[in-house]
């Protein structure tokens, strides 16, 4: 079975800088799409960044300069650095895999599984 496992939220005060890790098991890393969501409090779930097999990234505006996806192919691990947290940075965090289909860059696509989600609390 797919698992996916995140870890590193918290609390930390504006500015401050975190890192999130996800493990995955279960599939063959290299041949899934890999991203990192998040959903504030009252709103809906938002994409954050994507990252491909090859390493190459494309973060959302809102985190543009300030987060980076990496991943780690051969312990099958997924990273998010966070750094110049802003309060409205505040969300549950996720991990998500889904099959390799088309561009694994695309905001538009659908994902297949999910991690159960790490709190990251910034406080101003």
């Known amino acids: 079975d797919v698992q996916l496992v995140e870890s590193g939220g918290g609390l930390v005060q504006a500015g401050g800088s975190l890192r999130l890790s996800c493990a995955a098991s279960?599939?063959?890393?290299?041949?899934?799409?890999m991203g990192w969501f998040r959903q504030p409090p009252g709103r809906e779930r938002e994409a954050v960044a994507l990252?491909?097999?090859?390493?190459?990234?494309r973060p959302a505006d809102s985190v543009k300069g300030r987060f980076t996806i990496s991943q780690d192919n051969a312990k099958n691990t997924l990273h998010l650095q966070m750094n110049s947290l802003k309060p409205e940075d505040t969300a549950i965090y996720y991990c998500?895999?889904?099959?390799?289909?088309?561009?694994?860059?695309?905001?538009?696509?659908?994902?297949?599984?999910w991690g159960q989600g790490t709190q990251v609390t910034v406080s101003s």
């Open positions: 998500a895999a889904r099959t390799w289909v088309g561009s694994c860059l695309d905001f538009s696509r659908r994902y297949d599984y």
């Open positions: 279960g599939f063959t890393y290299s041949t899934y799409c």
């Open positions: 990252i491909d097999s090859g390493g190459r990234t």
